[in-house]
């Protein structure tokens, strides 16, 4: 698949990836896939916690490493926080209602690579890379994506 859009953000703390999260939230509708990759301590629960704060309310977002999957109810469509780096085969995320739920929900996703292909491939990737103490995001997506990032 061709993408359209790439942009780096400089996140130097905690807090900050959380405000950024925050920032991306307004952006999202239902049936959105986000795809969140990077190494392991990167920030991806950090970053879906952002998110779903400013959807939900200032409620607690527990990595979902053990769980698989945590399910928000959010204003106007349910919030899927998946953590798939426990998933044996990629066919496991149909056995977990991902799949049912994939064009209704709002799907943040950590480890999708573990689903192989099974993920929309209009998904928005957010990318975690370690630099310095800090973190640099990567954005990318397709043109739809490129649109809606405009303001960010
Ligand atoms: N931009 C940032 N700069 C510095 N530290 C950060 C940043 N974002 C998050 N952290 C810190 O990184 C650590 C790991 O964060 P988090 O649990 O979100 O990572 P993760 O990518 O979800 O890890 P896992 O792969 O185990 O699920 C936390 O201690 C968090 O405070
Ligand atoms: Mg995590």
């Known amino acids: ?9 400089r996140i130097d703390n905690e807090a900050d ?11 999202f509708r239902a049936g959105d896939t986000v795809a969140l990759t990077g190494d392991l301590g990167a920030g ?6 952002g998110i779903i704060r400013e959807l939900c309310g200032n409620i607690e977002v527990p990595s979902p490493t053990y769980t698989l999957i945590q399910t928000y109810d959010g ?14 085969r990629p ?37 975690i890379a370690f630099e310095d103490e800090g973190r640099l995001v990567k ?5 739809r994506w490129e649109l809606r990032l405009e303001n960010v």
């Open 1 to 9: 698949m061709t993408m359209h859009m790439q942009m780096n953000r």
């Open 75 to 88: 204003p106007e469509f349910e919030i899927w926080h998946c953590d798939l780096y426990r998933l044996e």
């Open 91 to 127: 066919e496991e995320v149909h056995e977990l209602g991902l799949i049912d739920v994939i064009d209704e929900a709002l799907c943040l996703i950590e480890w999708p690579d573990r689903a192989g292909s099974l993920l929309p491939e209009t998904a928005l990737t957010l990318n």
């Open 44 to 49: 991806k629960t950090t970053l879906a916690r």
């Open 17 to 27: 990836m959380l405000a950024f999260g925050v920032s991306l939230a307004r952006l």
């Open 139 to 143: 954005l990318t997506g397709d043109e």
